[in-house]
């Protein structure tokens, strides 16, 4: 079965993000970009489903600006066979990269989609979902396990009292959460070959797709700060300002 | 127009987090409806009847709703949506798996995770891990929107008296069946709606130095959370995560034990009203947030704090 794969770059999560001065948006020239890490969970978990031989070919797809190229270019040194780019410079939001997903999937009909649960940056946490919704198809979302069967697929889901397992017909669309793997270093021998992997470029309109925004972003600012309070010598002395101080216990 | 609110509940109670969601919705208007869709769960809808606030119950009993799975309920909450101008739910597992289907199933846009209501269609949220807060202005028919649960306080559970009106159940997907569901069990409270959360970091070296913790905790009749860290070595459960990624906290009061503070576990827990910090890096950016901070190794000070505590009872 052919696993398609969607790759969002995103600000790394290690930068200390800035708001603009305008309030307009979010410091990106000169930060370092990554791969979502959620995403390469997808990545990881569609390799290994490949190395176990339950996957034929692995598609992964970024919509984004050009440079998302480098994105699809680690993913691709990860283990992925090939990278579509759909090239934008719009904002993405979820409603329209669903909506790309979904033209690309009639196109090259995967029996599995593996996303990311949550981009870190727009934290929105809706594309699977909405790309099933658009597909007919059930999701398996925050997925800690993925066990591929015959026509269909088990997932176990972190939910908030637990785990829940549910069994999905193929096709299917999954989304990955923290503890479905531990995804690989791409090997510098693999990062070359990577380079010669095929990436095609096309664009939002060529899919039919409008990617327009549905909400506008009126301002972006950031939140109150808090101050750090004080050390306190010993336990005793937190526990005398719990009681006396801040009355909390 | 009226406000549909998805409870959130297990067949056989209502989950305090849709009080928050009624909440959220009395910002943007008062006809607000409640919909229970689940089997068995008459019970709750007899709750959600009783929520102040809520106009009108609408239970949706049958064996097709009983996992909540999303496959079959979107299409029916997608049937309702049209006679509404809002659709909300709790930004818990459970709305978070359900909304986003069905905003794109009616092709309008979800907004997760509000934080306040500006007016009708325009709300804040935090994106980047709570870094930076974004006000967003829909254009779309129908608002489809989570509610992070502690940024709203909670409608009263009493004082309401709704009538309840039944609905026909849409046949099953047959894409999905639920196997099996595995609930961490505790006589704590529930991590969300604590009002103590006593948490562990990659500093607590075992699950069985969990132990401290819990001991910690019952004396102040606290929940048990974890950083992610702690979480993934396999210390505790996966729905201990506080953070970014994990469950959201807002507790009068937070203590943080072995965690260095990194953004993405602030952002689960940095509204707190007190907050805490144990660890023995002087250095450690938790002590950039907390109010009373402990540089301390936490295997003394932490039996040390729960015998000082019981002392006084
Ligand atoms: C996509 C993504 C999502 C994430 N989501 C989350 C999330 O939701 N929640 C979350 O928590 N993290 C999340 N993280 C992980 C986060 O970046 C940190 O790695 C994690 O929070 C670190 O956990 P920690 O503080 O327990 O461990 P560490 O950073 O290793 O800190 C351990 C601390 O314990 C202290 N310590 C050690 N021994 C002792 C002792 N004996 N006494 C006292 N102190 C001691 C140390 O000084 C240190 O400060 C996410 C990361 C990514 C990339
Ligand atoms: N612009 C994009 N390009 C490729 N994949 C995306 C994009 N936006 C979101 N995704 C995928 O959808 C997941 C969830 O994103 P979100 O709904 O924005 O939180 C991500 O982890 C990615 O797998």
Redesign the pocket.
Known sequence: MKVLVPVKRVVD?NVKIRVKADGTGVETANVKMSM???DEIAVEEAVRLKEAGKASEIIVVSVGPAASQETLRTALAMGADRGVLVQTEAETQPLAVAKVLKALVDKEGPTLVILGK?A?DDDCNQTGQMLAALLGWPQGTFASKVVPGEGTVTVTREIDGGLETVELKLPAVVTAD?RLNEPRYASLPNIMKAKKKPIDTVAPDALGVDVAPRLTTLKVAEPPKRKAGVKVADVAALVDKLKNEARVI | MAILVIADHDNAALKPATLNAVAAAQKIGSDIHLLVAGQGAQGVAEAAAKVAGVSKVLLADDAAYKHHLPENVAPLVVGLAKGYGHVLAAATSEGKNLLPRVAALLDVAQISDILSVESADTFTRPIY?GNVIATVQSADPIKVVTVRTTAFEAAPAEGGSAPVETLAASAPSGKSTFVSQELTKSERPELTQAKIVVS??????SGENFKLLEALADTLGAAVG??????DAGFVPNDY???????IVAPELYI??????????L??MKDSKVIVA????EE?P?FQVADYGLV????K?VPELTAELDKGR
């Open positions: 999560y979502n890490p959620f949550q870190i923290l | 891990a562990g970091g990659r500093g607590m070296q974890a950083s992610r860290a702690a979480v995560q506080v953070g970014q990624t994990g469950k943080a034990v072995g965690i260095s503070g990194a953004i993405q576990h952002a689960g144990i660890n023995k890096d450690a938790i301390a190794d936490l295997f000070a």
